[in-house]
């Protein structure tokens, strides 16, 4: 220890000794009971109230999660090491909630808000309680500005606005979490802070997504709030909610902020543990009745607030794993209806190559058509439409010599379309891009295009279109709107390149 | 500790009228008996036969209550009941229960002192006041009422002590 730290901590010490006097301290305490699992079963706390914060004699902290007529059901939030039967537990009068300040951004923290990167320690500004009011009808403002993903896919038929819940939802390595990556790593220099919030996974699979992060300078307006599956089922529990509440700081001075809760089904798995240890009733799948409300009150906390009020913003990215792809299980349909829509990723496209795998059938958007820009509106055209004709019309390919003209062309345009929405990981394409193919591809520039050349040739068009026709890049980044001149001089751009 | 049950069965107790001296003698003799509380609570015996013991060994009093907790296998928690009962008929009295553990025992006129705040705080007739001599205190005294705990002593505020040089 250096000299200069000593003689602080010597005056540290002295002065609390120099102003130690013996006070009269009024504390409520309650005794233990009975404990395992992480649930605590404490006699007394007569005033305790539902979520408050509690604590244990070895200084570990619980939950109060039930109250009963003599006693208090607790979780508890660190180990139960050295406590036994007749501790005592004392109330905090404190609702249990996680310390924030600006200093989280570009560092990664548990459930409790303490860091876990080894980069020292964090300064608080400020308490937030975990479990906060949704806010009122009041408060909030229509989704109108978009939050731009940077998957051609995703911003062109299923666009998301600032202050929207979209789901991401798919069976296990269909790419949601890449999904969310990517979003992440298109808000750089979108004055958008990034919350990601990683429920019940693997350690190592944290670490990966924080040196992604970090490698491409995504941490810089980023958090993580990692809960691993290591993790005490009550941590898991309530990882989300101490990620939003870092959101809600953010948001209250009028930042955007983009939140990912990765994955929720753990989420629900986490809290049905801890409620049949609480020995609550089980229902559908074992489920406690109210996890549609550990959901619904969660979600409803993104929103966009009014200028008055703040006017930041909350977007939620929440991820539900489904199994064999059945949306029409307890957790999924859930969320599904709590959400303003949903990306559904399909392992058979994402066996196909087809990558980001989502189906166009299934997935929507319910309030993004009002936050796409104009520009990216017109672009898209009949984008949809064309994709739904392909995948009717797709089963006939094998009969390809005995169709007629305007059904190869169909199938021709529906293949070079399926071909221009592939996108690699961590590429998100920028709005100027996805204009420019999207209007190409309108235009049937693709359609003398081989699909293996597809991938060389956008390429190139695009490197043709910066060198040449840097102000039609311009004028999109800047005007965000698709004129009919504009149409014209990226067509006739397109076809110049052609040539 | 006293459980809902428990809390229960000294409501009834209560409703029954009977003399604290049988609540306490009958107490008395589960304790100092305890064949006689194995077999009341043991399952194997004959409801018939444990009534039979109990009409011979209790005051007829409280026969029946005793019976009742038979039926309802509750005898091993008598004294929790008790405890209950005397919870109760504390608070039906308007008398506050206490305990106060103290390294030097306090004088009469600080123990009033204590007994008028008791009353005053919690709007109370009377205080029935425990005295408990706790060495480990180091020095100064803790008041427990309920849930709630006084600290005024060394240990304490040794405590707290390291818990704010903890947090610094």
């Known amino acids: 220890m250096s000299n200069s730290k000593q003689t602080e901590l010597i005056s540290v010490l002295k002065n609390e000794i120099k102003d130690f006097e013996v006070k009269t301290t009024v504390r409520e305490t309650g005794t233990l009971l009975r404990m395992g699992d992480g649930i605590a079963s404490v006699y007394g706390l007569d005033q305790a109230m539902y979520g408050e914060l509690v604590e244990f004699e070895t200084g570990v902290r619980g939950i109060v999660q039930n109250l009963e007529a003599k006693t208090a059901g607790c979780v508890l939030l660190g180990s139960d090491h050295g406590l036994t039967e007749g501790a005592k537990v004392t109330r905090t009068k404190k609702r249990a909630g996680v310390p924030v300040s600006n200093q989280l951004i570009g560092r990664v923290v548990n459930a409790l808000g303490s860091p876990i990167d080894g980069k020292g320690a964090i300064e608080a500004e400020d308490y937030f309680p975990i479990e906060n009011e949704a806010p009122g009808v009041c408060t909030r403002k229509p989704v109108t500005v978009p939050l731009q993903t940077g998957i051609l896919t995703i911003d062109s038929m299923f666009p998301i606005g600032r202050g929207q819940r979209e789901l991401i939802i798919g069976d296990r390595q269909t790419g949601k979490t890449s999904i969310a990556i990517d979003t992440i790593l298109n808000q750089k220099g979108q004055n958008v802070i990034c919350i990601y919030v990683a429920i019940g996974q693997k350690t190592s699979t944290v670490a990966k997504l924080v040196s992604t992060l970090t490698k491409h300078g995504a941490m810089d307006y980023s958090i993580v709030v990692s809960s691993p599956a290591s993790d005490l089922a009550s941590l898991q529990y309530i990882a989300p909610y101490a990620g939003t509440a870092m959101a809600e700081y953010f948001m209250k001075q009028g930042r955007d902020v983009l939140i990912v809760y990765d994955d929720l089904s753990k989420h629900a798995v986490a809290y049905r543990t801890m409620s049949l240890l609480l020995e609550r009733s089980p229902g559908r799948e074992a489920y406690p009745g109210d996890v549609f409300y550990l959901h619904s009150r969660l979600l409803e906390r993104s929103c966009r607030l009014e200028e008055a009020y703040g006017g930041g913003s909350i977007t939620a990215l929440p991820i539900i794993e489904t199994l064999a792809g059945d949306v029409s299980a307890y957790i999924p349909t859930n969320v599904i209806s709590i959400t303003d829509g949903q990306i559904f990723l399909e392992s058979e496209l994402f066996f196909a190559g087809n990558r980001p795998a989502v189906n166009v059938g299934l997935s929507v958007s319910r309030v993004g058509g009002a936050a796409q820009t104009k520009a990216m509106k017109k672009a898209v055209g009949n984008l949809r439409i064309d994709l739904a004709q392909y995948r009717e019309m797709e089963v006939f390919t094998q009969f390809a010599s005995d169709l007629d003209k305007t059904t190869k062309e169909l199938l021709n345009h529906g293949k070079h379309l399926m071909e221009l929405l592939k996108q690699p990981l961590s590429k998100p394409l920028p709005l100027h891009e996805q204009v420019i193919l999207l209007v190409a591809a309108n235009h049937k520039i693709f359609q003398g295009v081989s699909l293996k050349e597809m991938k060389a040739f956008r390429s190139d068009l695009m490197d043709y279109f910066r060198a040449k026709h840097s102000e039609i890049i311009e004028e999109i980044d800047e005007k965000k709107v698709l004129g009919d001149e504009l149409t014209e001089k990226i067509v006739r751009a397109a076809k110049e390149f052609q040539k | ?168």
């Open chain 2, 1 to 168: 500790m006293i459980t809902q049950r428990a809390f229960h069965f000294a409501k009834v107790l209560t409703s029954l009228q009977i003399s604290e001296e049988v609540i306490h003698g009958t107490e008395q003799c589960l304790l100092i008996c305890l064949e006689l509380t194995e077999a009341l609570e043991n399952p194997l015996v004959k409801k018939m036969e444990k009534y039979k013991v109990i009409e011979t060994v209790f005051d007829a009093a409280i026969v029946d209550f005793m019976k009742l907790l038979c039926a309802h296998e509750a005898i091993g928690i008598f004294e929790e009941i008790q405890e209950a009962y005397e919870a109760l008929t504390f608070e039906q009295r308007g008398i506050l229960k206490a305990k106060l553990c103290y390294t030097m025992e306090p004088e009469d006129a600080q123990l009033e002192q204590i007994k008028n705040m008791l009353c005053e705080k919690y709007q109370k007739k009377d205080v029935f006041l425990q005295l408990e001599e706790a060495p480990s205190l180091i020095g100064g005294f803790v008041l427990y009422v309920g849930g709630t705990e006084f600290d005024k002593s060394i240990k304490g505020a040794i405590s707290e002590l390291q818990k704010a040089l903890i947090e610094r």
